[in-house]
C-alpha cells in the first residue's frame, strides 16, 4: 500500500524471513538497490530516494527490531543481521544486486561482504561502523539524549534542508522510535562498542568488489580515519570526501551525493 505524506512513491509490504515478519519499502524501478538504514532507524522517503528511484527499485528493509519489524531474538549481534539479510536475498532472488548502507547499516553491509562479496554488484558504503578508527573515535552517542544525537550527525542543521524532514519530524513518536533504535543498536553493538575487531580480516575476502566510501570531512560520529582503515583492507575501495558536511551526506550535501552515487552505479 502507498504510505507516507500522501506520496504514492513508496509502498511497503511484509516478507516472511525465517519466522521473521520483515518490513520493507520499496519504490521507483529498474534495476534493484538495496539500502540498508542506520542506527536511528529508517529516516524516511528523502528527495535523493526520489531521485534514484527514477532509475532503480529501491528496496529497504526495516531492520528487525527497529522502525516497524518486529525483533528477532536470535539475532545478537551485528554478523548475525548480515546473516539475515543474506537468507532474505537468496530467497527474493535477488543477489547480486547493488547495495547502499549508511553508518550501522555500511556495517551490515560490510559483514555480508565479508562473507559472501557474491551478494553485490557494486557497493556503496556512507560512512559505515565496523572497524575500530586508529584516530580518533566513534560517538558514544548512547552518552546523549535522542534529540542532541539527531543533530550531531549533522554539521549544520540550519544548513540542511531536510534535516526538519528526518524520522518524519521531532514529534513525541518520533523520539520514542529513535529511543527504540538506539535500544537496539545498544543490544547489537555495545560491546566492543560499534566495531567488530575480525571485520577487517575478513574483509579481505572481498579485495575485487567495486566499492565506494562516501564521508563527510567534519563527521562527528564516525571519524574519518575509519575510511583509511576500509581501504587497506578493501583494495578497490575508491574514497570521496565531501567539506563541510557531517554524517549525512545524503542530505547535507544531496548533489554532489547523488552525483558520486549515480556515476559510481552506472
Known amino acids: 500500500m502507498p504510505l507516507g505524506n500522501g506520496s504514492t512513491e513508496w509502498t511497503q509490504e511484509t516478507v516472511r524471513v525465517d519466522g521473521t515478519d520483515l518490513v520493507v519499502v520499496k519504490g521507483g524501478t529498474g534495476r534493484p538497490l538495496l539500502v540498508l538504514h542506520e542506527e536511528l532507524g529508517w529516516p524516511g522517503w528523502l528527495?535523493?530516494?526520489?531521485?534514484?528511484?527514477?532509475?532503480y527499485t529501491l528496496i529497504i528493509p526495516q531492520?528487525?527490531?527497529f522502525s516497524r519489524t518486529e525483533r528477532a531474538e536470535w539475532i545478537s549481534n551485528i554478523r548475525d543481521l548480515a546473516g539475515f539479510y543474506a537468507r532474505y536475498l537468496l530467497e527474493q532472488n535477488l543477489a547480486p544486486l547493488d547495495a547502499i548502507g549508511f553508518s550501522l547499516g555500511g556495517w551490515v553491509a560490510a559483514e555480508m561482504a565479508a562473507c559472501n562479496p557474491a551478494?553485490?554488484?557494486?557497493?556503496?558504503?556512507?560512512?559505515?561502523?565496523g572497524i575500530r578508527p586508529r584516530d580518533g573515535v566513534i560517538l558514544d552517542f548512547f552518552q546523549l539524549m535522542a534529540l542532541k544525537n539527531l543533530f550531531v550527525t549533522v554539521h549544520d542543521p540550519d544548513a540542511t534542508p531536510e534535516f526538519d524532514d528526518l524520522y518524519g519530524g521531532q514529534g513525541a513518536e518520533q523520539f520514542e522510535r529513535l529511543e527504540e533504535a538506539r535500544a537496539q543498536s545498544a543490544r547489537l553493538a555495545w560491546a566492543p562498542f560499534m566495531h567488530n575487531p575480525s571485520l577487517p580480516h575478513l574483509l579481505g575476502v572481498a579485495p575485487s568488489l567495486p566499492t565506494l566510501l562516501l564521508w563527510g570531512r567534519e563527521d562527528r560520529v564516525v571519524p574519518l580515519s575509519v575510511a583509511e582503515e576500509y581501504q587497506r583492507v578493501m583494495k578497490s575501495?575508491?574514497?570521496?570526501?565531501?567539506?563541510?558536511?557531517?554524517?549525512?551526506?545524503?542530505?547535507e550535501k544531496p548533489v554532489e551525493f547523488l552525483r558520486e552515487v549515480e556515476s559510481f552505479l552506472s
Open 63 to 65: 531492520h528487525p527490531g
Open 119 to 129: 551478494q553485490f554488484r557494486k557497493l556503496v558504503l556512507v560512512a559505515p561502523m
Open 237 to 251: 575501495a575508491r574514497l570521496s570526501v565531501f567539506d563541510n558536511c557531517g554524517h549525512r551526506p545524503e542530505v
Open 47 to 55: 528527495k535523493w530516494n526520489s531521485a534514484l528511484a527514477r532509475q
